[in-house]
């Protein structure tokens, strides 16, 4: 209905544009989302992963605190040494291991089944250090260890056992730690933890297979999309081909040839060719207000680095005298008044150049607070004359009437004549100017061979 709307006038290519752009939109944010769905699900894969990684450590973590408990009991038990027996008392109390496990298994709901059977094993543990408290005290009582944790002084003999020997105490609580009952308990903790590991298996098989059926029908959805939004482009670069780039290459040859476009083609084309007829008047007139902001200091109004090239390029050097002026402490003063201070130094410093110097002379900024005057149309014999006006210059700028503070410059002069080519102009200047510097500021100094 469009096409035939516009038959007369040309083919709209913004209301055409406008609906293949909603489309590719609508194209677009859905895959984005798909994309988005996909990403979402693989880091949710990768997440139950390390869920289970973190799980499965946790949960051999506490069976690693057991048997290292047991380890310490054991050989507290044979050899007496009280070592073993600090250090079984350093991992119940101060390291945590089994503790830990179970607070990193608690931090996930969804391992409620594994944590149970973890919780039992952690009992189970817990139970078993009864007993190994026993067997410690029996082990204390008969090697005459004074010294020894608090907790074990709770412990209690039994009436029997108080009246055995120290050998016979020995022989019993190693038999207790070393019998079938003792390692029956050690194999109830194991196998709760072996509980807790299958659980934790099963609920990653679940999640896994759960995230890879999402997986898979989001990759799906993401390859339909793609090839959704490989025709549209194909659709769309065929349509550009023909209603658009034919158009603009004509177009194209027109301005190259610095002529009127013609009005013809779709509606858009003749409207911009009708607009880039009057742009072109105006850009016209307008060029030489650019060239003059492409050539000059949008601060201070002179000439600019490039400006300095082409003035350059173009001079008399044995009728030009270069000027180079240095602010003497500019730092100091943007350090103290500020940068907007600063900016006010500068556009005095050019004003009264220009107020100093002739209109044929060229006034150029080449760097932050370096400036350069070109004298043209001047003598090598004319120092006097150029002396004179920098001392003006330097009075002027130590006027403070205008609210500017106080500041001097430096001069470095030189006679094209005097150096070998426009490269090294320059070079000499900034080279007087140096020893300008050197020779105690607000002062200036002739370049000579």
């Given at each position: 209905m469009v096409l035939k709307a516009n038959s007369k006038h040309g083919i709209s290519l913004r209301i055409l544009y406008l609906w293949l752009i909603i489309i590719t939109v609508i194209v677009f944010v859905f895959t984005m989302i798909s994309v988005y769905m996909l990403t979402t699900t693989f880091f949710s894969l990768s997440d139950t992963?390390?869920?289970?990684?973190?799980?499965?450590?946790?949960?051999?973590?506490?069976?690693?605190?057991?048997?290292?408990?047991?380890?310490?009991?054991?050989?507290?038990?044979?050899?007496?040494?009280?070592r073993f027996m600090t250090e079984y008392f350093k991992e119940a109390f101060e390291t945590h291991r089994r503790e830990e496990a179970i607070e990193k298994m608690s931090a996930d709901f969804k391992t409620r089944d594994a944590l149970n059977q973890l919780q039992k094993a952690m009992n189970a543990s817990v139970e078993l250090m009864n007993q190994e408290y026993y067997v410690m005290r029996l082990v204390i009582e008969a090697k005459g260890i004074t010294d020894y944790p608090d907790v074990?002084?709770?412990?209690?003999?039994?009436?029997?056992?108080?009246?055995?020997?120290?050998?016979?105490?020995?022989?019993?609580?190693?038999?207790?730690?070393?019998?079938?009952?003792?390692?029956?308990?050690?194999?109830?903790?194991?196998?709760?933890?072996?509980?807790?590991?299958?659980?934790?298996?099963?609920?990653?098989?679940?999640?896994?297979?759960?995230?890879?059926?999402?997986?898979?029908?989001?990759?799906?959805?993401?390859?339909?999309?793609?090839?959704?939004?490989?025709?549209?482009?194909?659709?769309?670069?065929?349509?550009?081909?023909?209603?658009?780039?034919?158009?603009?290459?004509?177009?194209?040859?027109?301005?190259?040839?610095?002529?009127?476009?013609?009005?013809?083609g779709a509606n858009e084309f003749r409207y911009l060719a009708t607009t880039y007829n009057k742009m072109y008047a105006i850009y016209k007139t307008s060029l030489e207000r650019l060239n003059f902001k492409a050539?000059?200091?949008?601060?201070?109004?002179?000439?600019?680095?490039?400006?300095?090239?082409?003035l350059l390029s173009s001079l008399d050097m044995n009728n030009t005298h270069m000027l180079l002026f240095d602010l003497d402490n500019f730092k100091s003063i943007n350090d103290t008044y500020g940068h907007e201070t600063g900016d006010r130094v500068l556009k005095k410093l050019v004003g009264t150049l220009k107020n100093n110097f002739r209109n044929d002379d060229y006034i150029c900024r080449i760097g932050g607070d370096?400036?350069?005057?070109?004298?043209?149309?001047?003598?090598?014999?004319?120092?006097?004359?150029?002396?004179?006006?920098?001392?003006?210059?330097?009075?002027?700028?130590?006027?403070?009437?205008?609210?500017?503070?106080?500041?001097?410059?430096?001069?470095?002069?030189?006679?094209?004549?005097d150096v070998g080519s426009k490269t090294n102009f320059?070079?000499?200047a900034d080279e007087a100017m140096y020893k300008s510097k050197q020779g105690g500021k607000m002062t200036y100094t002739f370049y000579s061979n």
């Open positions: 992963a390390q869920e289970h990684t973190n799980m499965e450590k946790a949960a051999h973590e506490l069976m690693d605190a057991s048997d290292y408990l047991t380890e310490n009991v054991q050989r507290f038990t044979i050899d007496g040494d009280k074990l002084k709770t412990v209690e003999l039994s009436s029997e056992d108080k009246k055995l020997s120290s050998d016979e105490k020995m022989r019993k609580a190693t038999t207790m730690v070393l019998n079938d009952e003792y390692y029956t308990q050690k194999e109830i903790i194991r196998s709760n933890m072996q509980k807790s590991l299958n659980e934790l298996e099963a609920f990653t098989s679940r999640e896994e297979n759960t995230a890879l059926h999402h997986l898979h029908r989001q990759l799906i959805v993401v390859c339909v999309m793609s090839v959704i939004q490989t025709v549209m482009i194909m659709f769309m670069a065929a349509l550009t081909s023909n209603l658009g780039i034919k158009p603009v290459l004509k177009a194209v040859e027109k301005i190259k040839k610095d002529d009127p476009i013609p009005e013809i050539s000059h200091d949008e601060l201070t109004g002179a000439y600019n680095r490039s400006g300095y090239e082409l370096e400036f350069v005057v070109f004298m043209v149309h001047s003598t090598n014999m004319q120092k006097e004359l150029i002396a004179n006006k920098i001392k003006h210059i330097n009075q002027q700028l130590q006027d403070t009437t205008d609210g500017v503070p106080p500041i001097s410059t430096s001069v470095g002069i030189v006679h094209g004549s320059f070079e000499k």
